[in-house]
């Protein structure tokens, strides 16, 4: 059997465990006992993507780490280790988000006890939930102090808990300063494409008005919720299915008639980093892009970046941006729960959160930790067990994100989730393979019929939500493979 078969098999069983003779529902998944917590020391191993931060803290516990994850593992292994009988081991899967939701989904399918954390895109929290694959955290984990949105992107769907908040993420627009005044920032998706053309009368250096994400991988879902949402926020529901046929199809609209215009051709190939170098290269007037990329717009040296770096500022999106970020997942199959939870309340305590915002540019998932001018924290204190004080946890040089936490707070109060499904994959891939040939279409001049376009997407999302194969042409059709992410994870 697949793995989406397998999936859909769990989930059908999960649906016909409660039926109308029975004294009582089953168990949701993932809520039975824990065992009883492990004698001597333990290694608690999480698998994850790849770092994409950059630290601009002091000299990290280990010689040639540069990212936040490392940094924060490595102080745990060096100061708390000794203390608590715990050590954490990071086990990486390069390549990019794609590969990481497989080897992760292959793991817990074949309930691989060498993992004890998943670090999850958001997005695919429902899908392991409803599987089975990761514990509940309802009751397990103090909640205090977290944002309502990143919080929320750790539930099922039901509101029943199963992984922390561990970053979050939150799309931004970039804007060049010196030649779109601040006062003017516009508030809508067609306002921007109107001041991108302003821009580009004004310099002849501008070639791309707008730079965004638009290749066929999972930045192009993004970005296309996004619009869409833009021009009518409940177009499409809460599970992804369409509700408004012709608003998407408006959405989409705006989309399409700027390919060629102020969203160049090129622009179908783009990913984050693409974006980055096309805007820090004084290439483009506007970018949609994440916060981890401010402060290397602000230090690049890239040619022409000098005066970018000096000329450009952010925004909210003119529209509601889909909420990113990873979440922390206990595996069913972890023989010790009891130490991963300590380790997922370090890495998502306010002193680890400060870290992964002011020092590694991540945006974090509680509040506090994006006080103005607060020091960086000077160790880690814990509940249960000693504290380790006088050890820097990350440094006492922040990065120039610290200038734009309040906007991305903002931002952050007005994100949309992405659809909450166990199919979000199946989604997404649909969304890509119906949307991206349209603007191929755009780019080499034809005409495109949107609403056949919209009505078939309709069909296969109903479909693929609720666990069955899609039917259209559009639906079947085989992604090229998307580039990897290299920005924090959409």
């Given amino acids: 059997m697949t793995g989406r078969g397998r999936r859909r098999a769990i989930l059908l069983a999960a649906t016909l465990a409660c039926t109308a003779g029975?004294?009582?529902?089953?168990?949701?998944?993932?809520?039975?006992?824990?065992p009883a917590p492990a004698a001597g020391p333990v290694t608690v191993t999480i698998l994850t993507g790849t770092d994409t931060s950059i630290s601009a803290g002091d000299t990290p516990v280990r010689s040639g780490d540069t990212g936040m994850y490392s940094e924060l593992a490595d102080w745990w292994n060096a100061r708390e280790a000794r203390i608590t009988g715990i050590r954490i081991r990071l086990a990486v899967v390069d390549g990019g988000a794609t590969l990481a939701h497989s080897q992760m989904l292959a793991a817990a399918q074949a309930g691989d006890a060498q993992y004890d954390i998943y670090n999850l895109d958001g997005q695919w929290v429902p899908e392991f939930a409803a599987a089975g694959y990761i514990r509940s955290l309802q009751g397990h984990l103090a909640t205090e102090g977290f944002l309502p949105q990143p919080l929320a992107s750790g539930e099922d769907g039901s509101g029943r808990l199963y992984a922390a908040p561990?970053?979050?993420?939150?799309?931004?627009?970039?804007?060049?300063?010196?030649?779109v005044g601040s006062a003017a920032v516009p508030g809508t998706f067609d306002q921007v494409m109107r001041a991108a053309h302003q821009a580009q009368k004004k310099d002849r250096a501008i070639v791309e008005g707008y730079a965004g994400q638009f290749a066929e991988y999972e930045g192009l879902t993004v970005n296309v919720l996004e619009i869409i949402r833009g021009y009518r926020p409940d177009a499409i529901g809460a599970d992804g299915t369409i509700r408004d046929p012709a608003a998407v199809a408006a959405g989409l609209e705006q989309l399409v008639s700027q390919i060629g215009l102020q969203i160049p051709g090129s622009e179908l190939s783009a990913s984050e980093a693409q974006s980055f170098t096309a805007f820090a290269t004084g290439q483009a007037a506007f970018m949609r892009n994440w916060p981890i990329y401010y402060n290397q717009i602000a230090t690049a040296t890239l040619p022409g970046s000098s005066e970018v770096a000096g000329n450009f500022n952010v925004s909210p999106l003119p529209f509601p941006s889909v909420l990113g970020g990873q979440d922390l997942a206990i595996s069913a199959s972890s023989p010790h729960p009891d130490a991963a939870l300590k380790v997922i309340g370090f890495l998502t305590s306010q002193q680890a959160e400060q870290c992964l915002f002011a020092v590694g540019g991540f945006p974090a998932t509680r509040k506090a930790a994006y006080a103005a001018n607060a020091p960086l924290p000077p160790g880690y204190t814990a509940r249960g067990y000693a504290a380790v004080t006088g050890s820097p946890l990350c440094g006492d040089k922040p990065g120039r994100q610290l200038r734009i936490g309040s906007t991305i707070?903002?931002?952050?109060?007005k994100t949309i989730p992405r659809p909450v499904t166990p199919y979000y994959t199946e989604f997404s891939a649909l969304v890509q393979g119906q949307v991206w040939p349209l603007l191929n279409a755009a780019r080499q001049g034809h005409s495109v019929d949107l609403h056949s376009a919209v009505a078939a997407l309709a069909a296969d999302i109903q479909y693929a939500v609720s666990g069955h194969a899609p039917t259209s042409p559009g639906g079947t059709r085989q992604s090229p493979g998307p580039p990897a992410a290299t920005g924090s994870s959409p």
Wanted: hydrophobic fraction near 40%; include cysteine; aromatic fraction near 12%.
């Fill in 22 to 34: 029975a004294a009582g529902c089953a168990p949701a998944p993932g809520t039975g006992p824990w």
């Fill in 166 to 179: 561990f970053t979050t993420d939150v799309g931004l627009l970039y804007y060049r300063t010196d030649l």
């Fill in 409 to 413: 707070l903002k931002a952050i109060g």
